[in-house]
């Protein structure tokens, strides 16, 4: 605009020496002559700035040639992205949300390295996953497993908890979560349904003998109690540990000090349907158990190599089983490698799941998040277990059917009989 605005101001110009010229030639040439400097000052500024602008557009070419090419985000990923967004607005029979399609963007780059455990959180599920690992939720306080077929069932409750007092009992088949089939969920996932804000209703559908029953439970503020335990006899304890967060080290550290108190000698440790947790957790558990030795070694994808070992500070002298099934996994194997090829537990049960790898968390300015997997781990002997698993010492399958009818538990009688002989 501005050099079309100049370039109208010149010819205005020259058609007004043009006019005088049919009049008086002397006036003519000095109305020409005053007029000649500022015209040729005005004409080069045009220049100058028009020369200008088309510098600055080129460069903005260059920068948006540069950014859109360089990277993830190109100009045809754009394209594409935006005509099936379109396609989508026009024709799609279910209604999508903008931010719900970003948020499935991110989710996808993730899910393009191949890396299965890799995820995107967005800032609340990040949030939420802090207060899962330090132990604090909103829920109703049940312990949820999960059965060979699929389906997750409640195995207890916590004392005076929502769920108890609901009237929930071990056993129950959850199979509705508010109104939502809990078919092809796992037992995380179906926890993580249940969950929710503090002082809200939760409508579970469980089966019971045969009859299916709608239970409400209202949620609230709770603290996970990862470790349990008993005395099996006079002379063994039974520790069940449900998951590796922050309150696992001492909640695991008052069962082995009033297990002790109460006569232990011998211990069955519990780590079936235990999915894994923090990496530093386990470690700090073994140490309790442990005197010297190696825990685990870690590998990164540089090839660094760093080993985790025992202090020598704390140690069980007695017999150790360590009970596992298919879904022991991750760092409840680590622990379960450390005991075993350490000479200090026999394992009984069936092969665990196999996830010998490690993944690490890594925030966003926004307070969303992403986990992919960075090393892979070793057990003290050196294996590899990754989509391999640990199998067991002395094999045991969990007769499932006895279990959910009447709570009695076919492995920890097993294990009881190998420590009693």
Request: with cysteine.
């Amino acid at each position: 605009m501005e050099e079309n605005s100049n370039t109208e101001e010149i010819k205005s110009t020259n058609e007004t020496v043009n006019d005088a010229s049919a009049g008086d030639k002397e006036g003519a040439f000095s109305k020409k002559k005053s007029f000649f400097l500022p015209g040729f000052l005005l004409g080069m500024l045009t220049m100058l700035l028009a020369f200008a602008v088309l510098v600055i557009i080129l460069c903005l070419k260059k920068v948006i040639y540069l950014s859109a090419g360089g990277g993830l985000v190109d100009a045809e990923v754009t394209s594409k992205a935006e005509t099936i967004k379109a396609y989508l607005d026009q024709y799609s029979l279910y209604e999508t949300n903008e931010e719900d399609l970003k948020k499935g963007m991110l989710s996808g780059l993730l899910k393009g390295t191949g890396d299965k455990y890799a995820y995107y959180y967005d800032a609340e599920e990040m949030q939420a996953l802090v207060r899962d690992y330090d132990g604090t939720f909103y829920g109703i306080g049940a312990f949820i497993q999960s059965d060979p077929d699929g389906n997750s069932f409640i195995s207890g409750t916590y004392e005076n908890s929502p769920a108890e007092k609901a009237g929930l009992l071990a056993g129950d088949i959850i199979t509705h979560v508010d109104g939502k089939s809990t078919k092809g969920y796992d037992r995380y996932e179906v926890a993580q349904m249940i969950r929710g804000d503090l002082g809200t209703t939760v409508v579970l559908t469980v089966l019971r003998d045969g009859e299916e029953l709608e239970i409400s439970v209202k949620r609230d503020k709770l603290k996970k109690i990862d470790v349990s335990y008993e005395m099996s006899t006079d002379k063994i304890g039974y520790i069940y540990i449900k998951d590796f967060d922050d309150v696992t080290i001492d909640q695991f550290a008052e069962a082995l000090a009033t297990l002790k108190g109460q006569g232990m000698e011998d211990m069955i440790l519990d780590l079936r349907g235990n999915t894994g947790g923090l990496l530093r957790v386990t470690i700090e558990v073994a140490k309790q158990i442990m005197c010297k030795g190696k825990i685990v070694t870690i590998e990164n994808a540089g090839g660094k190599v760093k080993e985790y070992e025992c202090d020598g500070s704390r140690e069980f002298k007695g017999r150790i089983v360590i009970l596992t099934d298919g879904y022991t996994a991750s760092a409840s194997e680590i622990l379960t490698g450390a005991l075993r090829d350490n000479g200090m537990a026999v394992t009984l049960g069936t092969r665990t799941y196999g996830k010998g790898l490690v993944q690490n968390f890594y925030y966003m300015s926004d307070g969303s998040g992403i986990k992919f997997t960075t090393n892979e781990y070793y057990t003290p002997s050196g294996a590899a277990i990754n989509e391999v698993g640990i199998e067991p010492d002395i094999e045991v399958e969990l007769d499932y059917e006895a279990y959910l009818e009447d709570g009695s538990d076919n492995q920890l009688q097993a294990a009881i009989d190998y420590l009693e002989k």
